[in-house]
T-cell receptor, first 114, second 115 residues
Framework: AAGVIQSPRHLIKEKRETATLKCYPI?????VYWYQQGPGQDPQFLIS???????DKGSIPDRFSAQQFSDYHSELNMSSLELGDSALYFC?????????????FGQGTRLTVV | GNSVTQMEGPVTLSEEAFLTINCTYT??????LSWYVQYPGEGLQLLLK?????DKGSNKGFEATYRKETTSFHLEKGSVQVSDSAVYFC??????????????FGTGTRLTIIP
């Protein structure tokens, strides 16, 4: 069965560089969520999209932006990277309103800022 | 706001031991509750879920019962295996309210099972 696909799996960037993370949801899932998980931390909600519109916003820095495209894939753009941005970034998708029962997470993108 | 308080780890048990990982929550209304498991280097996988009071979620020998009176959703397994070694996250999702159904996670409990 198709799962949530994230790319790249690993990314190494230098401070002040930019990074773009991509998420391809499960077919027919119209809602995408982004989470950030620091080392030894619980996942923190960043932002979500439904039908290409931002539906909720969490602790996402102003240096980050995201969007959902017409094919429902989503991209998280991160600029002026800082060492503290090093983390595992998860994307999850679900049908609308079913985050707790039908949500599937990708394997994550591990971002390392050096 | 919504929050999840989870038993701190790490937890180390011998194979075939009984497991309990405590989870309590704070939320308005009737949230949905779930447990996620994260194996080393992997993403989060939904282990089990319960959407209303007194519901019991179960999967792979794990169980958790939604207790509204104690606002708890403790994870249990009668006989753990080495392959159960992972990090376990308790999570809460608010009542169906379009645009606000994101998951709130607990801090995670690292479980190690020794042969």
């Amino acid at each position: 069965a198709a799962g949530v696909i994230q790319s790249p799996r690993h990314l190494i960037k230098e401070k002040r560089e930019t990074a773009t993370l991509k998420c391809y949801p499960i077919p027919r899932h119209d809602t995408v969520y982004w989470y950030q998980q620091g080392p030894g931390q619980d996942p923190q909600f960043l932002i979500s999209f439904y039908e290409k519109m931002q539906s909720d916003k969490g602790s996402i820095p102003d240096r980050f932006s995201a969007q959902q495209f017409s094919d429902y894939h989503s991209e998280l753009n991160m600029s002026s990277l800082e060492l503290g941005d090093s983390a595992l970034y998860f994307c999850a998708s679900s049908p609308r309103g079913q985050m707790n029962t039908e949500a599937f997470f990708g394997q994550g993108t591990r971002l390392t800022v050096v | 706001g919504n929050s999840v308080t989870q038993m701190e780890g790490p937890v180390t048990l011998s194979e075939e031991a009984f497991l309990t990982i405590n989870c309590t929550y704070t939320a308005t209304g009737y949230p949905s509750l779930s447990w996620y498991v994260q194996y080393p280097g992997e993403g989060l996988q939904l282990l089990l879920k319960a959407t209303k009071a007194d519901d019991k979620g179960s999967n792979k020998g794990f169980e958790a019962t939604y207790r509204k009176e104690t606002t708890s959703f403790h994870l249990e397994k009668g006989s753990v295996q080495v392959s159960d070694s992972a990090v376990y996250f308790c999570a809460l999702s608010p009542p169906l309210n379009f645009g606000n159904e994101k998951l709130t996670f607990g801090t995670g409990t690292r479980l190690t099972i020794i042969p």
